[in-house]
């Protein structure tokens, strides 16, 4: 395992050192004619993300990562991905620029004319400032927009409203509202008190019943330590229920033993239920409002492709009947197309997480794209296929980068209208 990190640190440590040299040559030639103080200030600037990024990578390569918090985690990977990915974007103008001389270079040796500067000097004419300036501008945008992410955007809680037209839908379940949260990735807040905001924006809406769809933490049970006392404040007359996502199981991390592992997924069912949340384990409820019933039904995280399998859909649907609205809350929004669709095609409303929105993207109105629409036919947001409907939340915390960029932390408030 450990030659497998060090082989894999050292074709990424090389990657970066080419990214570094390459766009290194840009910020010489940007601060040739400044002051012999300032270019030198600003040349060793320049390798201190590097050799911080470069060194981190060396100590998680020989240390243990989940020895550590996940934060600790998240902002090592932030800092790598942040510094390596603007320079990229630098990289790229000034691969175009050069590969612009080359041409001219090329044409000119072959087609001289009385007007066009030998092909000896030609090869030997320099960089432009003004191509050092577009890379360096190139580079501090994404890197602008990921310091945003995290200071703005991580905790911007925006609230989706959103009507479900169900026909035949009983009297009394007309104008029900359901909150729904998903996503908390308790291990990676770092503001109590912006998350303690977005559970009371939640609760200032009053829905009647609360929803959560999954990824209670990122890999261990004890990240929900100091947040537990922020979530129980999330009641609702007819209940609140939840289902685990796939950080729950600790798939994600090395366990000394399978007790150990075992251990971790019960304590986040105590963690569940200690909140006040209805854990919904491959299992449902039944729920008299007036003279209809509603049925909730929540299984274990089951998504299509390479994610893990736990959801036993016939075992939680036991009991429902077609007179019912039924609700489903599965964490990942591929079961939908993938099985319950299939099995059960009069299913009114499923709820899911999961893809975050990839915490970057865009939103405009009616428009949105984010890369996650690229691996999820539903990704955010109200999908319908004939009377069903998906509901996507674009999650509440964050994974990986402590941040999110145009796709803004969601609390969603759905009302059933009779059609």
């Not at 330590?225 to 007819?238: D, H, Q, T, V």
Request: aromatic residues 14%; without cysteine.
């Amino acid at each position: 395992m450990l030659r497998y990190r060090i082989m894999v640190a050292f074709i990424f440590g090389v990657f970066f050192l080419l990214i570094d040299w390459y766009f290194y040559q840009a910020i010489r030639v940007v601060s040739e004619n400044w002051l012999p103080g300032n270019r030198q200030a600003f040349r060793i600037a320049f390798w201190i993300p590097s050799i911080l990024s470069l060194a981190a990578m060396l100590w998680w390569t020989f240390d243990d990562p989940f020895r550590h918090s996940a934060q600790v985690r998240n902002w090592i990977i932030t800092a790598l991905m942040a510094t390596y990915f603007s320079k990229l974007l630098g990289v790229v103008v000034l691969l175009i620029g050069d590969l612009g001389r080359m041409v001219q270079y090329i044409v000119s040796a072959l087609k001289p004319t009385a007007t066009t500067p030998a092909a000896n000097e030609i090869a030997l004419m320099p960089r432009s400032e003004f191509l050092g300036k577009v890379a360096l501008v190139g580079a501090g945008l994404p890197m602008g927009a990921f310091v945003f992410g995290i200071v703005s955007g991580a905790h911007d809680y925006r609230l989706k409203k959103q009507k479900i037209l169900v026909q035949n839908l009983p009297k009394s379940l007309d104008g029900l509202t359901i909150g729904q949260l998903s996503d908390i990735h308790s291990g990676s807040f770092w503001n109590k008190t912006a998350v303690k905001g977005g559970v009371e924006l939640l609760m200032s809406t009053k829905p009647d019943l609360i929803m959560f769809t999954g990824d209670l933490v990122n890999n261990e049970s004890s990240e929900y330590r100091g947040y537990a006392e922020i979530f129980s404040k999330i009641r609702a007359p007819l209940g609140v229920y939840s289902v685990t996502g796939n950080h729950d199981y600790g798939d994600y991390r090395s366990w000394g033993s399978k007790e150990e592992k075992r251990k971790n997924f019960d304590d986040l069912i105590t963690a569940h239920r200690e909140t006040g949340f209805d854990l919904l384990l491959n299992e449902s409820r039944k729920i008299k409002i007036g003279d209809g019933e509603l049925f909730v039904a929540g299984v274990e995280n089951w998504g299509a492709g390479r994610f893990a399998k736990y959801g036993k859909l016939d075992q939680a649907m036991i009991g429902h009947d077609q007179s019912d609205f039924r609700i489903l809350l599965s964490h990942d929004p591929s079961h939908w197309d993938a099985e319950v669709r299939q099995k059960y095609s009069g299913l009114e409303l499923m709820l899911s997480g999961h893809t975050h929105g990839f915490q970057f993207g865009v939103e405009f109105g009616s428009f949105k794209w984010s890369p996650s629409q690229y691996l999820y036919k539903q990704w955010a947001g109200l999908y319908q296929e004939g009377k069903q409907n998906l509901y996507v939340n674009r999650g509440f915390g964050y994974l990986g980068y402590p941040g999110r960029v145009g796709i803004p932390p969601e609390v969603t408030v759905l009302e059933l209208v009779r059609a």
